[in-house]
């Protein structure tokens, strides 16, 4: 084999470990986060828009609505904090997020 193939491999597999993903690294900040949310005062799941809103005040914005085409796809409304996201199936509480760049939502209006 000739230098220049050599050096190619050994380049290619220098690339190929610097580009590897750190697993633990990103275990650490999804543990760090579920442990977080667990201390804060978040909606629950089942609570309705209204008993939301009495709770935590108005959202600083309501995205627009998605799904709602067919049964299987109900529409899911998304209401954004300062420190949260909340996500409606319809009208309840199915999820409740924090606001993080652990949980990629730092910009959800983005997603509109």
């Avoid at 690339?15 to 986060?33: K, S, T």
């Avoid at 008993?51 to 914005?61: D, I, L, N, T």
């Avoid at 199936?89 to 997020?97: A, C, G, K, L, R």
């Amino acid at each position: 084999m000739s230098k220049f193939g050599i050096s190619l491999s050994m380049i290619v597999l220098l690339a190929a470990g610097a580009c590897a993903p750190a697993p633990a690294r990103a275990e650490d900040v999804l543990i760090n986060r579920v442990q977080q949310e667990k201390g804060m005062d978040l909606p629950s799941r089942g609570m309705s828009m209204s008993q939301v809103e009495q709770k935590y005040g108005a959202p600083q914005r309501k995205l627009t609505p998605r799904g709602g085409d067919n049964s299987k796809h109900p529409v899911i409304n998304r209401w954004e904090y300062s420190n949260f996201i909340v996500y409606f199936e319809n009208s309840h509480v199915i999820h409740s997020v924090l606001n993080t760049p652990a949980g990629n939502n730092t910009n959800p209006s983005s997603a509109n």
